[in-house]
């Protein structure tokens, strides 16, 4: 590999950890307080992805994308007002007016829009039920298995994860996620959490890079880069917080059947 090959691996690298600092910064500020602080921040996140992907998915009608963006955030913030587990079939209001007007792949805006809705009541959800530790868990079996990811993929390189629909991912990253999302995991475990932890750190792991290579899937078929240039050196807010949405809906799912692992016993 030629050595400005090699540069231009890593070319990226400035302003993606500035922009990460930031986002660390100010989403740990809202997991820590919690409450209205943290439900405003996921309202707000999730009214910019349903934008971003209403965008993609209908890009010669911005205006709409800005109005679904809009209802997305104004439904999340009733439902989770209303703190009813009726108001939560409000969830797919704005799924569906999506639907109704004419876009691309609109079955796939259907679902991933719905996913995103789920997902961001979910945050709220497990922040005031579970308290600190389960987003906190959640945040770092992301970040961390994408940290490694990241890094691993870029220095070992080696065979393609899924190459027809992101072609940037290896299996060398991937297992790397994993590992580190197992070593998140015991960490949890050595303040307390159950060793169940352990075991299913690494699943979250692979939950969010589905939610990842997902997005993928839309950008490609959308013809687009990025979901949106809001963030510097990430792309858009779907760029970001892709995997998050994987994570959080398996954590969600998951809790309906077993008790979450963060406490012994």
Same mark, same amino acid.
């Given at each position: 590999m030629s050595r400005a090959a090699a540069s231009d691996r890593w070319n990226d690298l400035p302003k993606r950890l500035i922009s990460a600092l930031a986002m660390l910064a100010v989403g740990g500020a809202a997991i820590w307080w919690g409450g209205l602080v943290f439900a405003e921040v996921a309202v707000l996140v999730t009214g910019l992805m349903i934008w971003e992907l209403a965008r993609m998915t209908a890009p010669d009608r911005p205006g709409d994308a800005l109005g679904l963006g809009l209802l997305a955030g104004t439904v999340l913030a009733v439902v989770l007002w209303l703190h009813s587990p009726f108001a939560l079939a409000l969830l797919i209001v704005p799924p569906v007016l999506g639907l109704l007007r004419p876009r691309r792949d609109a079955a796939v805006f259907l679902v991933y829009a719905l996913?995103?809705?789920? =997902?961001?009541?979910?945050?709220?959800?497990?922040? =005031?039920?579970?308290?600190?530790? =389960?987003?906190?868990?959640?945040? =770092?079996?992301?970040?961390?298995?994408d940290i490694l990811g990241y890094f691993a993929g870029r220095l070992l390189a080696g065979p393609k994860f899924w190459p027809r629909v992101s072609p940037k991912k290896t299996w060398?990253?991937?297992?790397a996620g994993w590992i580190g999302a197992a070593l998140v995991g015991l960490a949890f475990v050595q303040v307390g959490g159950g060793w169940g932890l352990v075991w299913l750190s690494p699943f979250i792991a692979f939950a969010g890079q589905m939610g990842d290579i997902a997005e993928s899937a839309i950008k490609r078929r959308a013809g687009v880069k990025?979901?949106?240039?809001?963030?510097?050196?990430?792309?858009?807010?779907?760029?970001?917080?892709?995997?998050?949405?994987?994570?959080?809906?398996?954590?969600?799912l998951i809790a309906q059947v077993m008790p979450l692992p963060l406490t012994e016993g």
């Open positions: 996913a995103v809705m789920l =997902a961001g009541y979910g945050l709220v959800a497990l922040r =005031a039920g579970h308290g600190l530790g =389960a987003i906190t868990w959640i945040v =770092a079996v992301v970040v961390v298995s060398s990253g991937t297992v990025d979901s949106s240039n809001l963030i510097p050196g990430h792309g858009g807010v779907l760029d970001r917080f892709d995997a998050l949405l994987g994570a959080v809906l398996l954590v969600l």
